[in-house]
């Protein structure tokens, strides 16, 4: 069974500061089947990348997500205001299915 | 556009069943996966199953075998997921999020790009 491991738990920035959130696998991802959710609270989470480093559609692209095999990241490279907010990873192969405990951007 | 449109919050007491729907419209509901998941109060997401309205096949982690039914109507490309036996635990929000079918229809593998906007099940006596 693959786990995945987020951090930092909380991350707080500042509007405009560049934000570096980490998903480590227990281990290898096939195919970079990672994906990155957005959730704000009392809204549904919100797709953001894909296959590690796919921008979803409508995504900015102060998003980026890059990784393979056990280590991937999503940088957020300003931010504004409305990414504060719950990030998710997400490894979608059936046979290592797994969600992230998440990230907390807050603000500072 | 795509859409997906859950019912609405539900309170039950313990021992009850819920079922939740998931009327999907803006795509050709058959072609695509539709997945469960729940977020509980102050906790994260969690997966609670699949099922492909290609096919009616269904996947479950081992958690929820035997307690969650998933079903899909394709004459009005809805899904549906029923939780039995229901205790103060299952008090959370419940999502449903369509999969595209990366690695076929009778693959899980997926992505969720479209999501429901969630049905707060609440469990209480």
């Known amino acids: 069974e693959i786990v995945l491991t987020q951090s930092p738990g909380t991350l707080s920035l500042s509007p405009g500061d560049r934000g570096t959130l980490a998903c480590r696998a227990s281990q290898s991802v096939r195919s970079s089947y990672v994906a990155w959710y957005q959730h704000k609270p009392g809204q549904a989470p919100r797709l953001l990348m894909y296959g590690a480093s796919s921008r979803a559609s409508g995504i900015p692209d102060r998003f980026s997500g890059s990784g393979s095999g056990t280590d991937f990241t999503l940088t957020i490279s300003r931010l504004e205001p409305e990414d504060f907010a719950i990030y998710y990873c997400h490894v979608y192969h059936s046979s290592q299915r797994a969600l992230g405990g998440g990230t907390k951007v807050e603000i500072k | 556009q795509v859409q997906l449109v859950q019912s609405g919050a539900e309170a039950k007491k313990p021992g009850a069943s819920v079922k939740v729907s998931c009327e999907t419209s803006g795509y050709t509901f058959i072609n695509y996966g539709i997945n469960w998941l729940r977020q509980a109060p102050g906790q994260g997401l969690e997966w609670m199953g699949w099922?492909?309205?290609?096919?009616?096949?269904?996947k479950h982690p081992h958690k929820f075998q035997g307690r969650v039914t998933l079903t899909t109507d394709t004459s009005t490309s809805t899904a549906y997921m029923e939780l039995r036996s229901l205790s103060s635990e299952d008090t959370a929000v419940y999502y449903c999020?369509?999969?595209?079918?990366?690695?076929?229809?009778?693959?899980?593998?997926?992505?969720?790009?479209?999501w429901g906007q969630g049905t707060l099940v609440t469990v209480s006596s």
């Open positions: 999020a369509r999969n595209p079918p990366i690695r076929g229809h009778y693959d899980s593998s997926g992505y969720w790009d479209y």
């Open positions: 099922i492909s309205p290609y096919n009616a096949d269904t």
